[in-house]
């Protein structure tokens, strides 16, 4: 009989403790990615090689056999590098996508002065496309995507269109998370076309025309093309849950102390094969 495999789950996120500290994104990212490693799930955790992250201190060192892939935006190429380092007490593996000219600065969505970066939407479609292709190059293919953060806000888009005839995407399932969260920066106009790639319509990003970024609107282009949503914050807009709400999708509103066992209820209410504790042959 051929031994079954374990529940596949890839987080994309932003932020993970210790790399970065104190944030919701941080500590959940830590926690549950951890819970379902020990629950026996296989899994592959993503975030920015932000600048201010200190390499040498993390034991970040750099997978050559990754690294070397373009990523165009804007007929433009930018070289892609992938780090990796583990989070020794737990034995945790984190990949870093590193570029230098959207991740060598000191903050995450600002400047040290506030000022938003003005390439925010180029450093998210940037995160998100580099993410997705690293997988590929694994030859690794995930059942569940939990995704979380701002910066990881476009991946339900590209998964669910450009990638979603791709064997390695067709049948994974899709959970997002919601933050507390909350900017309305200036970037520069064209973001909707920025982001246009494979079978990619300009009526699917519709609400990402304009000259602000505002994270309720990446919120709902994430939810839009979500399996399923998890509200991690008690700061959540009515607007938002209303429209999580009428998208009709499995929903776990905040509540203190949720996580991580109803967030791993909602991943098997997903994902049924999860509650098996291992897939059929």
């Not at 799930?41 to 373009?70: D, K």
């Not at 991740?103 to 938003?116: L, M, Q, V, W």
């Not at 998100?128 to 939990?146: A, F, G, M, Q, Y």
Request: proline fraction near 5%; glycine fraction near 4%.
């Amino acid at each position: 009989m051929k031994e079954k495999e374990p529940v596949k789950i890839l987080y994309i996120t932003q932020e993970i403790n210790p790399y970065i500290r104190e944030t919701e994104i941080a500590e959940v990212c830590r926690q549950f990615p951890q819970y379902t490693q020990e629950k026996g799930c296989e899994i592959r955790t993503f975030m920015p090689c932000f600048g201010h992250i200190n390499e040498r201190r993390n034991q970040l060192h750099e997978v050559q056999r990754l690294s070397g892939l373009n990523v165009i935006i804007d007929d433009n190429d930018h070289p892609l590098i992938i780090k990796v380092a583990t989070i020794q007490a737990t034995r945790m593996q984190v990949y870093f996508i590193d570029n230098e000219d959207y991740f060598h600065r000191n903050g995450i969505a600002k400047e040290s002065d506030g000022t938003f970066f003005d390439d925010n939407d180029e450093r998210g479609i940037f995160y998100v496309r580099s993410v997705i292709e690293t997988i590929k190059k694994l030859r690794w293919t995930p059942d569940i995507i939990h995704i979380n953060g701002w910066i990881s806000a476009l991946a339900p888009l590209y998964l669910k269109t450009s990638y979603a005839s791709d064997p390695f995407f067709a049948n994974s399932k899709i959970v997002y998370s919601v933050y507390g969260e909350n900017f309305e920066c200036a970037i520069r106009e064209g973001f909707n076309n920025r982001v246009l790639f494979n079978d990619i319509e300009p009526s699917d990003v519709e609400m990402l025309k304009g000259e602000m970024l505002k994270t309720d609107t990446l919120n709902k282009i994430a939810i839009k093309y979500s399996d399923a949503v998890i509200s991690a914050t008690d700061s959540i807009s009515e607007e938002l849950e209303a429209y999580i709400k009428e998208r009709g999708i499995p929903y776990l509103p905040y509540e203190e102390g949720n996580l991580p066992e109803k967030y791993w209820d909602l991943f098997c209410e997903v994902y049924p094969e999860l509650n098996k504790g291992e897939k059929e042959d």
